[in-house]
């Protein structure tokens, strides 16, 4: 990033290389699996690094940057189109009929039914291996609050999953 941000935008390639598939899979959670919304906030996204590579900073993490513009763009994209981020109407597919199988359709259904704020946190820490300091920077909190919100996930999402087996 420190050749992109002197000026060297031949560079953003390399970056684009390596962090593409994050940035999509993350960009693809937000937009509930609707690719071409999610490939179009991806070039976004790269698009912004170029147009303010000088607000990044040498010892500031590039990947905690990143997906913060990247969630800004998220948002943007939502603000035009009048969309709600993250909807809470996701199509799931139907449980399994035993109730003792563990079913990873058990657990987005428990994830899907988390309020936005608690979903975008567990996203963050186990699928992107975001460390919550640089959570809190992505969603301009605390690192207090992140671990709060973390911890309420956990319960809801330990609920949501109990009551997807009851079913």
Sequence with gaps: MEQVARGHTAALAELYARYKS???GFLMNRTRGDRATAEDLLQSTFERVLRYRASWRPGQSFRTWLFTIARNVWHDHGRITGRL??????????????PEEES????????????DAYRE?????????????????VLGTTEANVKVRMHRACKKLRANYHKTKRV
Aim: aromatic content about 4%.
């Design 85 to 98: 981020p993250l909807s809470n109407q996701v199509e799931v597919p139907e449980l399994s009929t035993e």
């Design 104 to 115: 990873p359709i058990d657990c987005r259904r428990a994830l899907a039914a988390l309020p």
């Design 22 to 24: 994050p940035v999509l």
């Design 121 to 137: 946190v567990v996203e963050l820490a186990w699928q992107r291996n975001m460390k919550y300091a640089d959570i809190a920077t």
